[in-house]
């Protein structure tokens, strides 16, 4: 697809240049302008644009290219594979994890043919599934180092093209990616401020969007951890999203865990990436501490199941395992691609990062610190 990449993308990667081209330098000041935008204001989430498929041109009649926007979804998508992650940078993990997770059919069937403008002003046709690359930029306990949030944005926007080429090359659906960002700590609040965005309601209050959410092995284990679910105080209108206060009798009986992570699991499903190494464990250690959470001991003695720890037996059948790398191959992390870059390991940063995302870093000489 056409894009502000084109230029420096076009037959691979080319050597430094001395300064960015002019397209390069429209984006990293829309990112960085968009970032400023969002902190100004008091919202928990939002969508700043959108790399749509590429059915869609993103050209001005005269060839240049357009500046990037969000393009809402013409109806709610049934499916909203989300990925929520630190973006530090993007790997080929990442990668296999967001590709691997877009439904079959992508794409709903037209039933006629939408004209150019229309399309460009939606994102294209009416879509089954959308992708979402969600970056936090509130996060107290990191600060945004190595790489500044309006750079990260730049490599998400690379690696949003990247997992539309691996579509395309693959025969897979064309599927728009947008690009959010937000300020909620915790995956049910996240969960429930992009259920009500208007963002992915075009104005509909009605129609179910199943959230597809891409987490690793790791935050299998927080999301169950129930230190962070205690008792809150009702909040004011205008503070953080809160699905912990019971609001009726019944609702009454209900743990902290339960009454934060029963709405989630109604609205979404958990898509675990195991991950097998020395810190987590292998394959088989990790499938068993899933099925502990499922026919665990809810009372004391045994192995401690989701009774037990405050959440509830049904939220198992909302969470796929899925394998991750296989046994023997190399590791691939942000931390690898990172050093990688440091050190000019330039075959090494290849296997750890896209095409597009390893353009990105080069060109900015990002993790030279």
Known sequence: MSSFLDESLTGGCQPMRPQLSSSARALTTFFTQALASFRATSSKFEVICTVPQSSVD??????????????????????????????????????????????????????????????????????????????SVNNADKAPKPALFHHRLLLMWAFAQDVQSFLKKEDKPEISVDIGLLTLPFFHEKSEAIDQAEFYRHGSKEGRMEQIMLVGYDTLIRVFNPKYYGP???????GPLNTSIPTTKQEETKTPMQMALGPLFQRARLRVTMRTDDEWGGKDEQLRYLQSLICGDDNQGGAPGLGRIGGSKEWAGRIEMVEGRQAGSEVISSTYAR????????????????????????EESLYQE
Not at 118 to 133: H, Y
Not at 339 to 362: F, N, P, Y
């Open 58 to 135: 993103t050209r001005e009649n005269d060839g240049r290219p357009t500046l990037p926007r969000p393009l809402p979804p013409r109806t709610r998508p049934s499916t909203l594979v989300i990925l929520d992650s630190s973006f530090n940078p993007p790997t080929r993990a990442h990668l296999r994890m967001a590709t691997s997770a877009i439904p079959p059919q992508a794409q709903e069937p037209e039933t006629s043919q939408p004209r150019q403008k229309d399309a460009e002003e939606t994102g294209g046709r009416a879509e089954a599934a959308r992708l979402l690359l969600l970056l």
């Open 232 to 238: 809150v105080m009702a909040s004011e209108s205008d």
């Open 339 to 362: 050093a990688a870059a440091k050190d000019g390991d330039e075959e090494r940063l290849e296997r750890m990062v896209s095409d597009r995302v390893r353009c990105w870093i080069e």
